[in-house]
């Protein structure tokens, strides 16, 4: 069954591959949308290619609606997009899937129903079809080569809708298990290295020693160094001095 979550329906205009249907299907499920229809899908429906291709996807294409026509396919909407990625001639508000997708989440949450159509793979949606829509969205690509795949085109809306209804976090720190290192451990880990390197003569000459001691230590302050990499350090320090001592022997 569907989810509850109030969201677009992806209407696809005629698709002639069920490989295409499938990876749209697969590129809605991947950003949490679900509500896929078909209009008058050229090779027939259901499509074993499009549940081959749909990868773990299979349910959205169990439910999707089927339509005769665009007209039936978003009879029950208030506002319909369509994309399109050349000029039209017509006067039709023209959003980036960015801002159309923020103006979808905003229509849905205040009650209304949304629909996006796509259109065939091989020119995209008709002037016929665009005129049935309230306003369109337009990605801006290269205008020398402007086509984009069917499925491309979904996974790009649906990410915007995902952005435009979920807080992600822009830059998330992996730790992998450990944490970032306290002052007194990276101040330990530069005293460590300071006087072994005193001990090897590293600094030299002595008119010179003080500013490569403040580089030193000034390079372990600007390190976003963790715990497991200061522990890392000073086993890589001792087992130098050790296999130092062992040549001396």
């Known amino acids: 069954m569907a989810t509850g979550t109030p969201q677009p329906a992806f ?18 499920w991947n950003f949490g949308l679900d509500r896929m229809r078909l209009v008058a899908p050229r090779d027939g429906w259901p499509n074993p290619s499009a549940v081959a291709m749909s990868s773990g996807a299979g349910r959205l294409l169990d439910e999707a609606q089927l339509s005769e026509d665009i007209a039936g396919a978003v009879a029950d909407c208030s506002w319909v997009l369509a994309t399109t990625a050349r000029p039209r001639d017509m006067t039709k508000t023209v959003y980036t899937p960015e801002a159309a997708m923020a103006e979808t989440a905003r229509r849905i949450a205040a009650g209304e129903k949304v629909a996006v159509l796509f259109g065939p793979e091989r020119a995209g949606l008709e002037n016929e079809d665009v005129a049935q829509a309230n306003a369109i969205v337009s990605v801006p ?45 990276v101040d330990h880990l530069a005293r460590h290295y300071e006087e072994r390197m005193e001990e090897a003569g590293f600094f030299f000459p002595a008119t010179k020693a003080p500013a490569m001691k403040l580089n030193l230590r000034n390079m372990w302050s600007r390190m976003p160094l963790t715990r497991a990499d200061v522990q890392m350090l000073h086993g890589m320090m001792r087992q130098i001095v050790r296999w130092k001592d062992k040549d001396a022997d």
């Open 11 to 28: 209407v696809l205009v005629r698709p002639q591959m069920g490989e295409n249907i499938g990876a749209a299907a697969r590129a809605m």
């Open 141 to 185: 690509v290269n205008p020398a080569f402007a086509s984009l795949n069917l499925a491309q085109c979904v996974l790009l809306c649906a990410y915007e809708w995902q952005r435009a209804t979920q807080e992600a976090t822009p830059v998330v720190e992996a730790l992998a298990g450990t944490e970032f290192a306290a002052q007194h451990e």
